[in-house]
C-alpha cells in the first residue's frame, strides 16, 4: 500500500492540527495504521496506532491530547492533534503493517508515507 500524509504546519503551543494520511488500493481494512515521530537527532518513535479491528494505543507522552481515527471508506487515517505542546515537533509519518502486532516498534509496520512535519512553537 502506498501513503500519503499531510496537514502538518507551524502552529503555537495549545494549539491543534488534524493530520490524514490516504492509502491506496482497495484492502486498507486489513491494515494495521500507526502514526510515529522523529525529531531531529532522535529516533522514530510511537505516537498512535489504529488497528484492522479498530483496536486504539497512544504513546504515554500524547494520551489525553491525540486521537487517532480510520474511515475505510475514503481509505484514509486520521491524527487529531490537541494541546500541542513544543515537544511534539517532529516529523510525523504514517505507516501501515498486516502483522499481528501493531504497537508500538516501527518493526510492525512495511509500509511509511513521507512525512509531514509538525513545529509547535513555545
Known amino acids: 500500500v502506498q501513503l500519503q500524509a499531510s496537514g502538518g504546519g507551524l502552529v503555537q503551543a495549545g494549539g491543534s492540527l488534524r493530520l490524514s494520511c490516504a492509502a491506496t488500493?482497495?484492502?486498507?481494512?486489513?491494515?494495521?495504521m500507526g502514526w510515529f515521530r522523529q525529531a531531529p537527532g532522535k529516533e522514530r518513535e510511537f505516537v498512535a496506532a489504529?488497528?484492522?479491528?479498530?483496536?486504539?494505543r497512544y504513546a504515554e507522552s500524547v494520551k489525553g491530547r491525540f486521537a487517532i481515527s480510520r474511515d475505510n471508506a475514503k481509505n484514509t487515517v486520521y491524527l487529531q492533534m490537541n494541546s500541542l505542546k513544543p515537544e511534539d515537533t517532529a516529523v510525523y509519518y504514517c505507516?501501515?503493517?498486516?502483522?499481528?502486532?501493531?504497537?508500538?516498534?516501527?518493526?510492525?509496520?512495511?509500509?511509511w508515507g513521507q512525512g509531514t512535519l509538525v513545529t509547535v512553537s513555545s
Open positions: 505507516a501501515a503493517g498486516q502483522d499481528r502486532l501493531w504497537y508500538p516498534k516501527v518493526g510492525y509496520y512495511d509500509d
Open positions: 488500493g482497495r484492502t486498507f481494512s486489513t491494515y494495521n
Open positions: 489504529i488497528s484492522r479491528n479498530s483496536g486504539i
